[in-house]
């Protein structure tokens, strides 16, 4: 059962360039998508949100794409640096005020080549 | 910064055995959670708690395990008898939930269980 789909396992990118990661789903009843960001021997750290009523988010270098007809989000960092080597996981959850169970995809591998 | 905080940060058990993970939550918060991932899969809900009750639980948390706020600070998960499929990180989380806006969950650095 995978609601949530990273189809990407790892992705490599220069220093400064754009890094995009991508996120499908097949839930409909999704309201809320999140990505966090882990580390080895840590659990995940949250980045940034985006509510289904919206297509896009920004927070500094992050911003987060909703393209709810093609159930597809999508992360930007741009520029990336080498701190955001790290596993990111898509997530998404059926309610709006974060009490709810948070389905997680399988997770992209950045890696940021100095 | 405050932070949820988890012991142990690694649990070696043999199986059949009982283990208690531990979890501290952020002190504010009302909900709490505890996740797992088994190596190399995805990182899987098992079970939220408020108001000192289950609010929702995974087809994953059955009744070997349970879950309990024995006191104002901790939150703990027990798996009576364990077994080789729970070895595994268990991650606890927690949340304030406002209502006015989206609150996310904040999650522990884990507790790696081995089952042997």
């Known amino acids: 059962d995978q609601q949530v789909k990273q189809n990407s396992p790892s992705l490599s990118v220069q220093e400064g360039r754009i890094s995009i990661l991508n996120c499908d789903y097949t839930?409909?009843?999704?309201?809320?998508f999140l990505w966090y960001k882990k580390y080895p021997a840590e659990g995940p750290t949250f980045l940034i949100s985006?509510?289904?009523?919206?297509d896009k988010n920004e927070d500094g270098r992050f911003t987060v794409f909703l393209n709810k007809s093609a159930k597809h989000l999508s992360l930007h960092i741009v520029p990336s640096q080498p701190g955001d080597s790290a596993v990111y996981f898509c997530a998404a959850s059926e309610g709006n005020f974060g009490n709810e169970k948070l389905t997680f995809g399988t997770g992209t591998r950045l890696t940021i080549i100095p | 910064e405050p932070e949820v905080t988890q012991t142990p940060s690694h649990q070696v058990t043999q199986m059949g055995q009982e283990v208690i993970l531990r979890c501290v939550p952020i002190?504010?918060?009302?909900?709490f959670y505890w996740y797992r991932q088994i190596l190399g899969q995805k990182v899987e809900f098992l079970v939220s708690?408020?108001?000192?009750?289950?609010?929702?639980k995974s087809e994953i948390f059955d009744d070997q395990f349970s879950v309990e706020r024995p006191d104002g600070s901790n939150f703990t998960l027990k798996i009576r008898s364990t077994k080789l499929e729970d070895s595994a990180m268990y991650f606890c989380?927690?949340?304030?939930?406002?209502?006015?806006?989206?609150?996310?969950?904040?999650f522990g650095p884990g507790t790696r269980l081995t089952v042997l």
């Open positions: 985006i509510s289904s009523i919206k």
């Open positions: 002190s504010n918060h009302l909900y």
């Open positions: 708690f408020y108001n000192n009750e289950i609010s929702e």
């Open positions: 839930n409909s009843m999704f309201d809320y």
């Open positions: 989380a927690s949340s304030y939930v406002s209502g006015s806006s989206y609150n996310e969950q904040f």
